[in-house]
C-alpha cells in the first residue's frame, strides 16, 4: 500500500542544479554573471521568498507590526523596509512557543511529505536555536558548501579528514553532505580529539594521505605537535594541500607548520556558507548572491552603514523551500566592499573577513571592544602568545575586561609580560583592561583547545 511519502531521491535534482550550480559548474557560469543578471535574479527569488514567509507567523505578525506587505517588495532596495530581527527575536519565540518557536516555515509532521532534519546551534552565546531543515534546503545547502571546499582546493577523489564536532549542529554535517554527495571525495568522519584521539587523527591522514582536513587552526597545530611526538614531519610526511576552516587560530602558525594557507569562508547555523575567499585577493569574501543577499548595520542602532564600515551582518537567504532567514542580524561583524569587478573577474559583491560578535562588545569607559580584536593584539607582544581567554565582569558601576593569556616565558616574568600586555592593549584600543598571565595549556578547559572544533575565547560573567 501506498504511503504517499515523498523520499529524496524524488527531489528535482536536475532542477536544483540549474538554479543553484554545483561545483565545477558554478565556477564556470554564475560567478562571473554580469551586475544586472545577479540583480534579476536575486529580485525574483527575493520576492518569492517573502510570500513565502509572509506565511510564517513569526514573520507576518512583525512585518504587519512595520507595515510591510511582501508585495511592497519591487525592488532590491525596499529589502530596507523590513524589519530586521535578532537572535534574542528567536529565544523570545521559542519562550512563548516551546520548543521550536513560530519562526519555523515548517513542522515535523511536515516529513510526510519530505525528509527533513532538525538541527540545533551549539548555544555559544546564549540559548541554543533549532532550525528545521528540508530536504531541498539540505541539498542546496550542501551545494554552497562544495562551492566554497572547492574553491579552496578540494577535488572529487580526494580523501578528507573532517575533524569539526558532530554534534546537534549543522556544521559537521554540512561539511559531510557537500563532500560526499557534490564533490565525490572520500570522507573519514574523525569528528573532533575527544571522538577520535589527536594520535589516531594524525596516523589516518598519513596513511591514507588525505589531502584536506577540515577543522580549526588551533586544532591543526595540536595535530602537527603530534605528528612530530610521533617522528612525522606534517610538511614532508602528508600531502595536505587545503585547509579548508583553518582560518580559525593563528593563520600565518598553520602555514609555516604545514606548509598550506588556511584557506577562509563564511557561514552559520541557519543558512550553512555564504560566501568563499576570492582566489586572487586573499581575505575578500565572494557572496554566493544567487543564495543570499547580505547587509551591514550598526550593532547598536540597526541603521546601515556605508560600504568599508564595520558593522552587524544582516542575511537573507534566498533558497530555502523551510524555516525562511529574512532580514536577520546575526550580530557577527563585518563590513561590504564597494560594488564593482573583482581584480579575479567576478562580478560578485564582496564582504570582509568575519572579525567577531556583536553581541560579545563589551563597552569600556565608552569604547566598544571585542573579545576577537583583543586576541589579535596579543601576538604582537613579546612573551604573549595567541592562546587567551577574555572574560567580562562588573566591577562596582561599570563594566570591565579581564584578559588571560598564556605565555612561554619563565614563571617570574608573568608579571613584566602582563604589563607589556596591559599597556599595549591600551595602547592599540585606548582603554585600561586587566591582564593575567598564566602558563601554557592552562586556558584549555575554558576554551575547549583538544576536544572542541570551535574554540571558546569569551564569558560573559556580568550580573
Not at 572529487?156 to 579528514?161: A, E, K, L, R
Not at 592599540?428 to 576536544?451: H, I, K, S
Request: with cysteine; hydrophobic share 35%.
Amino acid at each position: 500500500m501506498s504511503t504517499g511519502m515523498r523520499r529524496p531521491h524524488e527531489l528535482d535534482y536536475a532542477a536544483m542544479a540549474r538554479l543553484y550550480p554545483p561545483p565545477p559548474e558554478y565556477f564556470e557560469t554564475t560567478f562571473w554573471e554580469d551586475p544586472d543578471t545577479i540583480a534579476r535574479k536575486q529580485l525574483v527569488r527575493l520576492q518569492d521568498r517573502a510570500q513565502r514567509a509572509w506565511r510564517v507567523p513569526f514573520f507576518r505578525r512583525r512585518w504587519e507590526a512595520a507595515g510591510f506587505h511582501p508585495d511592497d517588495l519591487r525592488t532590491l532596495h525596499d529589502l530596507g523596509r523590513v524589519p530586521a530581527y535578532t537572535v534574542d527575536d528567536i529565544r523570545a519565540s521559542i519562550a512563548e512557543h516551546p520548543p521550536l518557536g513560530d519562526y519555523q516555515g515548517v513542522h515535523p509532521d511536515d516529513a510526510r511529505n519530505e525528509p527533513m532534519r532538525l538541527y540545533v546551534s551549539g548555544g555559544t552565546t546564549g540559548r541554543s536555536r533549532p532550525t528545521l531543515y528540508t530536504a531541498w534546503d539540505r541539498e542546496v545547502g550542501a551545494i554552497t558548501m562544495a562551492r566554497a571546499l572547492y574553491a579552496e582546493g578540494v577535488r572529487p577523489g580526494d580523501v578528507v579528514i573532517n575533524a569539526w564536532a558532530y554534534s546537534t549542529h549543522n556544521g559537521a554535517h554540512a561539511f559531510d553532505e557537500a563532500l560526499y554527495r557534490w564533490l565525490n571525495c572520500v570522507v573519514i568522519t574523525t569528528g573532533t580529539g575527544n571522538v577520535t584521539s589527536t594520535r589516531k587523527q594524525v596516523e589516518l591522514a598519513h596513511e591514507y594521505q588525505a589531502a584536506a582536513i577540515l577543522t580549526t587552526g588551533d586544532y591543526m597545530l595540536k595535530m602537527a605537535e603530534t605528528a612530530v611526538e610521533m617522528g612525522l614531519d606534517p610538511k614532508a610526511d602528508f600531502n595536505i594541500r587545503a585547509l579548508p576552516g583553518g582560518h580559525i587560530g593563528d593563520s600565518e602558525r598553520v602555514e609555516e607548520v604545514w606548509g598550506v594557507t588556511p584557506a577562509n569562508h563564511y557561514g552559520f547555523h541557519e543558512v550553512q556558507n555564504v560566501a568563499i575567499e576570492c582566489p586572487r585577493r586573499p581575505g575578500e569574501l565572494h557572496i554566493f548572491e544567487d543564495c543570499f543577499v547580505v547587509q551591514v548595520v550598526d550593532v547598536e542602532t540597526g541603521e546601515p552603514v556605508p560600504d568599508g564600515t564595520q558593522g552587524a551582518l544582516v542575511i537573507t537567504e534566498i533558497y530555502k523551500t523551510g524555516s525562511p532567514q529574512f532580514r536577520y542580524n546575526i550580530m557577527d561583524l563585518s563590513f561590504l566592499h564597494p560594488p564593482g569587478q573583482c581584480e579575479c573577474g567576478s562580478w560578485l559583491r564582496r564582504m570582509g573577513p568575519f572579525a567577531g560578535r556583536g553581541d560579545n562588545m563589551v563597552k569600556l569607559r565608552g569604547v566598544n571592544i571585542w573579545p576577537e580584536a583583543v586576541g589579535e593584539v596579543l601576538g604582537q607582544v613579546p612573551g604573549a602568545t595567541e592562546d587567551y581567554f577574555c572574560r567580562a565582569v562588573r566591577n562596582g558601576e561599570r563594566d570591565e575586561m579581564v584578559v588571560m593569556v598564556a605565555s612561554g616565558a619563565p614563571p617570574e616574568q608573568f608579571g613584566e609580560v602582563a604589563r607589556r600586555v596591559e599597556g599595549h592593549l591600551k595602547e592599540t584600543m585606548g582603554v585600561r583592561m586587566t591582564v593575567e598571565v598564566v602558563r601554557p595549556g592552562a586556558l584549555d578547559e575554558l576554551t575547549g583547545m583538544g576536544t572542541a572544533a570551535k574554540l571558546v575565547r569569551f564569558k560573559d560573567e556580568r550580573p
